[in-house]
């Protein structure tokens, strides 16, 4: 029942990482923009250079706001990370510890033959 609900967890965050693939395409050109536009601000050195770079930075920062949708496709591409990792984890066998050395070589031997 576990596995169940963990297929269907991970085909609705799917869903929605499809969905807000275009939006988080998107956030990421208008940040990276942002980041070019601002090294072009500071190496500008005319004032018609600097408010030139700064509409074209107020106008690509509008773009980014609007794609912030796009974080939500990011938590569902966690969240599918996370089922991921929780469907192929496997809990080992509680072996009770002991002081015998023949019981940890038995345990050592058993791992290196996996």
């Known amino acids: 029942m576990k596995k169940f609900l963990l297929f269907i967890a991970g ?3 799917l869903g929605i990482l499809l969905a807000n693939l275009g939006p988080m395409v998107l956030l990421g050109v208008s940040v990276w923009l942002l980041y070019v536009v601002f090294k072009q601000f500071m190496k500008t050195d005319s004032t018609a250079g600097k408010i030139a770079w700064m509409i074209a930075g107020l106008i690509i920062l509008s773009v980014a706001v609007s794609n912030v ?9 966690y969240g599918l990370y996370l089922i ?14 002991s002081d015998d050395p023949f019981t940890n070589f038995e345990k050592q031997w058993a791992e290196m033959n996996k």
């Open 11 to 13: 085909l609705v965050a």
């Open 69 to 77: 949708f796009a974080v939500i496709g990011l938590v569902a591409a």
């Open 84 to 97: 991921y990792k929780n469907w192929t984890s496997q809990k080992e066998a509680a072996v009770p510890k």
